[in-house]
T-cell receptor, first 120, second 111 residues
């Protein structure tokens, strides 16, 4: 149980294009999903917290107009990198918090396999 | 000061050895603590949560010292498959559930 998928696994695009990444919780409902980014030899950095049915909360320094997040259902959150540039090339990973029976299991976050974005 | 600090290594140890990693964290509001492992170009996978009382899972033992804001991981009888990067992770606290990751400690188990 507690599987999180991401699509696509990798994408190569030209500078200026927009890329959408999907994050799905396959066998549980996730009211909260998180988006992280990891540059080579760096730690994962939290970009934003995505809450179902409400606006995402962005970390300091992350442009909300550039990284659009939509969490329209309890099993799907999307991250759209708008007008991507080479400096946006990174490994984007989502995680989902398992929500059970009215009391969230705050200790358990399950990670997707990540999406490797390369912007030429 | 970095939010989560770890020695990046690499630690090269022979198979069967015991190895220990440490990390320190700066956010006193953090309430949840974890060790994750990350293989090259893969997503992080939860290894174990860390509790103040200390906890053990097979060959892995984790300790937390909240007063010193210090977390440790001990691996006994290391296996080749333990080769990975070990990430010290704390939650952001203050009602936020996002996680703060250390850069990781790279472990190489040699046959």
């Amino acid at each position: 149980g507690a599987v999180v998928s991401q699509h696509p696994s990798w994408v190569i695009c030209k500078s200026g294009t927009s890329v959408k990444i999907e994050c799905r919780s396959l066998d549980f409902q996730a009211t909260t999903m998180f988006w992280y980014r990891q540059f080579p030899k760096q730690s994962l950095m939290l970009m934003a917290t995505s809450n179902e049915g409400s606006k995402a909360t962005y970390e300091q320094g992350v442009e909300k107009d550039k990284f659009l997040i939509n969490h329209a259902s309890l099993t799907l959150s999307t991250l759209t990198v708008t007008s991507a540039h080479p400096e946006d090339s990174s490994f984007y990973i989502c995680s989902a918090r398992d929500f059970q029976g009215g009391r969230a299991r705050t200790d358990t976050q399950y990670f997707g396999p990540g999406t490797r974005l390369t912007v030429l | 000061r970095k939010e989560v600090e770890q020695d990046p290594g690499p630690f090269n140890v022979p198979e069967g050895a015991t190895v220990a990693f440490n990390c320190t964290y700066s956010n006193s509001a953090s309430q949840s603590f974890f060790w994750y492992r990350q293989d090259c170009r893969k997503e992080p996978k939860l290894l174990m949560s860390v509790y103040s009382s200390g906890n053990e899972d097979g060959r892995f033992t984790a300790q937390l010292n909240r007063a010193s804001q210090y977390i440790s991981l001990l691996i006994r009888d290391s296996k080749l498959s333990d080769s990975a990067t070990y990430l010290c992770v704390v939650n952001k606290g203050g009602g936020a559930d996002g996680l703060t990751f250390g850069k990781g400690t790279h472990l190489i188990i040699q046959p």
